[in-house]
């Protein structure tokens, strides 16, 4: 995502369709003037971004909250944005049936509901042209007895086994997995661990996927990308940024040093890393929508140009030598380097504004959106007033 003399996954970021329409919190939606309303909006908006950072050239899909009747024309207007689709993303959660789950449910006609709309999503993806199956489960019990914990993981493997079979040929399933919310007691996907053994029983198509956000506190995640690199089954990000839960604030934000040793295991896993999905999952509550799609991209890109920087040969040496706090050093060297003459550099060279964060706030797109979509009467949500 840095240039595009690099031009491999990592030289691109997602941006997610839902970042760019009214979200919030379970308090209050608080609706923002010109917030896109549809897909096709939420498409203009993302080609804006990508126009004016030259690197999010694609967005993530939810179904059904994106969904049209005709795919071909989405996909149309989606390369009239300059954008493409990227991920799809199957929603198993926010229908009544789901209420004890959907690929786990212990009942089976809910279980065939959940697998017959990942099906469509595959088909979704062969009409899109999207290479990746997205896969987050609200999946999970509230108190111990609830259900059979090895019972939900014999249904969720068939489910997706059954799933994994109408992949397009050069399709990759994501398997995301979280620690909690909205069950409680137990996630049928509760962490990494869980998510690779299933990937590993499915086939070479089946990767994980990291949620930056999808973690308990004080957990390593540079590790476990490092662990699964290795492995060959990191499959993708979901960056975003986290103080408490899943709380999906702008990446880099609070912990830009845990964005700097993702983006060191990256780097150094060379090739392993060759063909990892960058995208963002941010909700966007007070925050203007497309400015904090901004700065999401900009500090991952900060982020990536720091670990470019890292002197690897010399980590090297110092390891191998039990130099403990010079190769901590070294790390720091790159982290405290400031990357932005760098990065503005690249922009220019892409003949694009040295900051797009100026060249947003110089322009009228923002008010322009504004006066023809207006404020979003129905952006209440939260708590029934
Ligand atoms: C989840 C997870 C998924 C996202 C949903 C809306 O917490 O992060 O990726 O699709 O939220
Ligand atoms: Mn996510
Ligand atoms: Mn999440």
């Not at 059954?162 to 050069?170: F, G, I, Q």
Request: net charge negative; aromatic share 10%; glycine share 8%.
């Amino acid at each position: 995502m840095l240039s595009r003399s690099r031009r491999n996954s990592s030289s691109s970021i997602s941006t997610p369709s839902w970042g760019y329409g009214n979200s919030g919190t379970r308090f209050k939606t608080f609706a923002w003037p010109g917030a896109a309303r549809n897909v096709a909006e939420k498409l203009a908006d993302a080609g804006y971004v990508h126009k004016l950072t030259g690197v999010a050239p694609s967005v993530a899909i939810h179904i059904p909250w994106d969904k049209t009747d005709d795919w071909n024309a989405m996909k149309q207007y989606a390369a009239s944005q300059g954008v493409s689709i990227g991920a799809v993303n199957p929603n198993v959660f926010q229908d009544s049936q789901y209420k004890l789950g959907s690929i786990t449910n212990p009942n089976p006609s809910v279980r065939e509901e959940a697998i017959a709309h990942m099906v469509e999503c595959c088909e979704i993806m062969e009409k899109t042209g999207s290479t990746i199956l997205s896969l987050w489960f609200a999946d999970g019990t509230n108190y111990s007895g609830q259900d059979d914990i090895r019972e939900r993981k014999h249904r969720m493997e068939s489910a997706l086994a059954e799933t994994y079979k109408h992949l397009p040929k050069n399709g990759r399933m994501l398997i995301e997995y979280k620690f909690f919310e909205p069950g409680f007691y137990h996630t049928d996907f509760g962490d990494w661990g869980m998510a690779y053994a299933t990937a590993l029983k499915l086939g070479d198509q089946a990767e994980v996927l990291v949620d930056t956000g999808h973690h308990a506190q004080g957990t390593n995640i540079a590790h476990i990308v490092a662990f699964l690199l290795d492995e060959k089954r990191l499959g993708g990000f979901h960056f975003n940024a986290r103080r408490y839960a899943d709380d999906d604030l702008i990446v880099g934000t609070n912990n830009p040093l845990e964005l700097f040793e993702i983006f060191v295991e990256l780097v150094s896993a060379g090739d392993l890393a060759k063909d990892v999905a960058y995208m963002i999952d941010q909700s966007h509550n007070i925050e203007p929508k497309i400015e904090a799609m901004l700065q999401s991209i900009l500090n991952c890109q900060s982020a990536y140009a720091k670990a470019l920087l890292v002197d690897y040969k010399a980590l090297g040496q110092a390891q191998l030598s039990g130099d403990v706090l010079g190769a901590h050093r070294i790390l720091l060297d790159a982290f405290d380097t400031d990357v932005r003459p760098l990065l503005e550099q690249v922009r220019i060279e892409m003949g694009l504004r040295p900051d797009p964060i100026a060249a947003y706030r110089d322009d009228e797109y923002a008010q322009k959106v504004a006066a023809e979509r207006g404020t979003d009467s129905g952006a209440g949500g939260g708590f029934p007033t």
